[in-house]
């Protein structure tokens, strides 16, 4: 079992985070993208852990290559009664 530090989180947004995750992220982080948040890390050249979400907001090539390269998904319904 792996023991991570810490989490990092990469919601979707407008701005692209490559600059800040390059200079923040270590090796023992449990990298955790948003649903879309998995665009910009693909794009940043990093593999998630975790992609987590109900994957509306993540591109199907991006979700096909970073499961490739050994991200796990946790998929959750468009439609719910709470977020």
Do not use: C, W
């Amino acid at each position: 079992m792996t023991i991570y530090k810490r989490a990092v989180i990469v919601a979707n947004s407008s701005q692209s985070p490559i600059a800040d995750l390059t200079r923040i992220l270590r090796s023992t982080d449990l990298l955790i993208a948003a649903d879309g948040g998995g665009n910009h890390l693909l794009h940043s050249q990093f593999t998630p852990n975790v992609i987590i979400g109900d994957l509306d907001s993540i591109s199907e090539s991006a979700l096909d290559t970073l499961i490739s390269h050994g991200a796990k998904i946790l998929s959750y319904p468009s439609k719910k009664d709470e977020t």
